[in-house]
């Protein structure tokens, strides 16, 4: 069995994460040289490429194999420090930068529930990375070795993977009373959406047209649509009369009490089913991730 070098294994991870050598570079604290050096040898070692040199820079299929087994010692090693720092209260909780605990979580999860599900972990010294994706893509993060866990729509448990799940996320369409009063007074309507601005996520989000798919009965819909890529930007956007946006329904519960916004459909709520997916490894990091997403997604969610 091929024993890689771990140094050569975090400059792999360094050049995927980074993008490109020149960073990778500077968050090792080498030169590029040194870099090239080490992807040189571990791609001789392997007997293959592992890295695409394209615009991004992509890790090739042995590459992700080889940048999940990295994952992996990083998730040892973080477990290791847990184990020392209770048997040494008074040892460093600072965490190495090749140290980071990767995951993949949607964004109106982020900007609602998730994050102080994991504040106590934090708070311990986790050293987290959070990347953020559509929750119908962030399973992909996972496929590809570069997280070790994610939040999101798939239902099956991928290959060594186990899966939790989360509840539902409740989906609402809101928009600023005054735009609801001059365009929809009779609120949303299959007569009058395609007259109406939505604002969404991003081109991947179709929250959108499958709320008002589901609405009226439709097959295919074509919205007129305005682009802002954060969820909290999408209720500020709203809240500027921007046009009509299918939100969590908890972002939008305050301005909704408050009345800062209006429910233009409020027969019609769109549940979106979440999921936890994780390696299926022995993991007290992994055990406390999941538990902290589970409990608080249990208080949160349907």
Not at 33 to 56: C, D, F, K, N
Not at 146 to 152: H, S
Not at 293 to 302: D, G
């Amino acid at each position: 069995m091929n024993t890689f070098d771990p140094h050569a294994l975090e400059c792999l991870a360094a050049i995927v994460e980074e993008g490109g050598f020149e960073r990778a570079a500077q968050r090792l604290s080498i030169t590029q040289s040194a870099v090239s050096q080490r992807l040189r040898a571990l791609e001789a070692q392997a007997g293959t490429v592992l890295i695409v040199r394209s615009r991004p820079l992509k890790a090739t299929p042995a590459g992700q194999l080889l940048l999940k087994h990295t994952k992996q010692l990083r998730l040892l090693r973080v477990d290791l420090d847990r184990d020392l720092r209770d048997l040494t209260p008074g040892g460093s909780k600072r965490a190495r930068e090749d140290e980071r605990i990767s995951i993949a979580i949607n964004a109106d999860s982020i900007a609602s529930w998730a994050l102080p599900a994991l504040d106590s972990l934090v708070q311990q010294g986790l050293p987290l990375e959070i990347i953020t994706d559509d929750q119908d893509f962030t399973d992909e993060w996972l496929r590809s070795g570069q997280v070790l866990g994610c939040v999101t729509t798939l239902k099956q448990a991928l290959r060594g993977c186990k899966v939790v799940p989360l509840g539902a996320m409740r989906y609402v369409a809101v928009a600023h009373p005054e735009l609801a009063r001059q365009r929809m007074p009779e609120g949303l309507t299959q007569h009058n959406f395609r007259d109406i601005p939505f604002v969404a996520f991003n081109r991947k989000d179709d929250m959108q047209s499958e709320f008002v798919g589901q609405c009226f009965g439709l097959k295919r819909v074509t919205l007129s649509q305005l682009f802002v890529p954060s969820s909290e930007g999408q209720l500020r956007a709203v809240m500027a009369a921007w046009g009509v946006s299918v939100l969590p329904e908890l972002l939008a519960r305050g301005p909704l009490a408050r009345g800062e916004l209006v429910n233009v459909a409020p027969q019609h709520s769109l549940p979106i089913q979440l999921y936890w997916h994780c390696w299926n490894l022995e993991s007290e990091v992994l055990d406390a991730l999941s538990t902290a997403l589970t409990r608080a997604a249990a208080q949160a969610l349907v």
